[in-house]
């Protein structure tokens, strides 16, 4: 990471790329005790008219949340994470995780961002995350 001084509005984080498996999503389910067989049941979630198992809300969170602190490390802390699912993803495509800087507060030591996952083809998810940099 870099100085304050150095982080402006407009600033792109480094995108982060997940391949998301079918076990992996099985497992995610089964670890954050989420029983609905969309995540995990393929036939179920063509009943539900979804292409394939989906990438749970809370996924999109997480991978939200590591791409911030692989950017942030250990030189400061996450204050604020909220996002809401907009679309759907899917193990069959990349999940891109990114952010973008909209405001600093070099007094306070804030950083605001928009972040958002995506897939190929559409947002995913969307939300606002704001960390304060240590001094």
């Known amino acids: 990471m870099t100085s304050i001084d150095d982080i402006h509005a407009g600033q792109e984080l480094p995108e982060l790329r997940k391949e998301l498996t079918i ?12 029983p609905h067989r969309i995540h995990y049941d393929a036939e179920h979630a063509h009943e539900e008219g979804h292409p394939n198992i989906l ?21 400061g802390k996450l204050t604020e994470l909220s996002w809401r699912n907009v679309g759907r993803a899917t193990p069959d495509d ?5 952010g973008e800087v909209t405001t600093v507060d070099a007094e306070t030591r804030t950083v605001v961002f928009e972040v ?8 995913a998810a969307e939300g606002v995350a704001a960390v304060e940099l240590f001094d």
């Open 23 to 34: 076990p992996q999503l099985f497992r995610y389910s089964a670890i954050t005790w989420n």
């Open 55 to 75: 990438v749970q809300a809370h996924l999109h969170g997480a991978a939200i949340q590591e791409l911030l602190m692989d950017w942030l490390g250990a030189d």
């Open 94 to 98: 990349p999940l891109y995780v990114g």
């Open 116 to 123: 958002w996952t995506r897939t190929e083809e559409s947002r």
